[in-house]
Every structure is written in structure tokens, then in C-alpha cells.
Nanobody, 123 residues
């Protein structure tokens, strides 16, 4: 069964950068999109960025636009999230997701989830 392995989280000062990676264990025709969601303590899970595999169209949350970049290595079934100019508000558990992705920002469109990787932005 396909599973996702995330890496790249950690602690960074405001203004710093992190690069998250998420590797799928195998190819699946049911995975048409991959993305990143995040959840901060006491808050709802929210979509950060996602990408459709076939045509590469993307979604970015308003908070991510201009700072984060999502990219995909189809050959390696891996999705990346480059996060620059990090702010304390970006502190959260970041989850990788894979699925149909008919609506890129809808969590219900993703049926496979990673365990999460913590991102902490603090001085």
C-alpha cells in the first residue's frame, strides 16, 4: 500500500528557509495531485500548496504566495515545498497528502497522508 514519507522540518529563525520533501513509496494511478497542509495548535488544518501531477497546475494559500514554492519530481514520486521568509505564523505541523486532487485545496480530495513534520519558526 502506498505511503508517504516526509522530511525537512525543523526549527528556524524568522526570515529563514526550509525545504520539505515528501516521497511516495510507489507510483499509483489514483494519485493525481500531491500537496502540503498544515495544522497549528488550536487551529484547523489548512491547505498550504498543492500541485497536479499531469499538468503541473498549482494552488497556493494566500499566506504562502510569494514565499513558498511547490515542485514535483514525477520520476521519483516526490513533492517538495521550498519555504522562504518564514514567519512565526508558519509554525505548525506540516502534512504531505496525495490523492485525486480534483480541488487542489480540499483535504477531502486526498486519501493518503503522511505522518507530518514539525516546522517551528522562532527567534
Amino acid at each position: 500500500q502506498l505511503y508517504l514519507t516526509e522530511s525537512g522540518g525543523g526549527s528556524v529563525q524568522p526570515g529563514g528557509s526550509l525545504r520539505l520533501s515528501c516521497a511516495a513509496s510507489e507510483y499509483s494511478s489514483s494519485v493525481r495531485a500531491m500537496g502540503w497542509f498544515r495544522q497549528a495548535p488550536g487551529k484547523r488544518r489548512e491547505a498550504v500548496a498543492s500541485i497536479r501531477k499531469a499538468i503541473g497546475d498549482t494552488f497556493y494559500a494566500d499566506s504562502a504566495k510569494g514565499r513558498f514554492t511547490i515542485s514535483l519530481d514525477n520520476a521519483e514520486n516526490t513533492v517538495f515545498l521550498q519555504m522562504n521568509k518564514l514567519e512565526s505564523e508558519d509554525t505548525a505541523m506540516y502534512y504531505c497528502a496525495a490523492g485525486r486532487g480534483a480541488w487542489l485545496d480540499e483535504a477531502g480530495e486526498y486519501h493518503i497522508w503522511g505522518q507530518g513534520t514539525q516546522v517551528t519558526v522562532s527567534s
